[in-house]
């Protein structure tokens, strides 16, 4: 029987092409290797809420059953499959909403749920930079990352800051190239007066849940309206 595999933190429909290129690839090698994958896309994770605060309160039997009753839909979805494989991407930084629900997530579905957990495709950075001196921050970090079964980081630099919290970890890369072998086709031709039009994490949009504002977002949008006029000369 295939395993049955969720695939949380899915960005295949986010914000920039970087991160749709990553988990299409990521999925097509899941399905490639007969594992029968069932994605949770990243704006589900941004709903997840309740998770603790502290290491030792991940423990908490109690308030793990509270977490479950908020979050029922998703830990039912985990509950009837055999792994789970999180998709870190970038949003394993710091320890606000997003990036706590997500480690206790990966906790919670290896200590009570017996699961297998891994977490793959991310740069992680506990604090948000490159200090570790926030002992609850990084409790909450080693706590997690050694309990579960597989983790892959895709940048020296934060592959080397989880090495000083003593985690065992592989040093990867982004699934980005995956894409690019797989689904790009060079014509090698050059056309002029065409744009090849994407997304962009330095585009700061109003509407997800990030710290982006709309007055960036109107400055690089009126920046890209020049670029458009100046190439339809």
Not at 85 to 95: F, P
Request: proline letters at 3%.
């Amino acid at each position: 029987m295939a395993t049955k595999v969720i695939l949380m933190n899915d960005t295949t429909n986010w914000y920039h092409f970087g991160c749709t290129a990553t988990s299409l690839a990521l999925k097509s090698e899941l399905h490639n290797r007969d594992f029968l994958v069932t994605p949770i896309p990243i704006t589900e994770t941004y709903k997840l809420n309740g998770a603790p605060k502290t290491a030792k309160l991940f423990n908490d039997f109690e308030l793990y059953k509270i977490y479950c009753a908020k979050n029922k839909e998703i830990i039912q979805e985990i509950s009837q499959h055999d792994t789970l494989i999180i998709n870190g991407e970038g949003t394993l930084h710091g320890i606000n909403n997003t990036p706590l629900n997500l480690l206790y997530i990966a906790y919670i579905t290896k200590k009570f749920l017996k699961k297998r957990v891994e977490i793959i495709n991310h740069s992680v950075y506990p604090q948000d930079n490159l200090i570790l001196d926030n002992k609850v921050i990084t409790d909450i970090y080693k706590l997690v990352y050694n309990s579960i079964d597989y983790i892959a980081i895709k940048e020296p630099v934060s592959f080397k800051l989880m090495q000083k919290l003593n985690i065992s970890a592989v040093q990867s890369f982004d699934f980005l190239p995956l894409y690019i072998k797989h689904q790009y086709k060079c014509h090698n031709t050059k056309e002029d007066k065409t744009l090849l039009i994407s997304g962009s994490a330095a585009w700061i949009t109003p509407d997800i849940t990030s710290k982006g504002n709309i007055n960036n977002y109107l400055k690089g949008l009126s920046q890209f309206v020049k670029y458009l006029d100046y190439m339809s000369i």
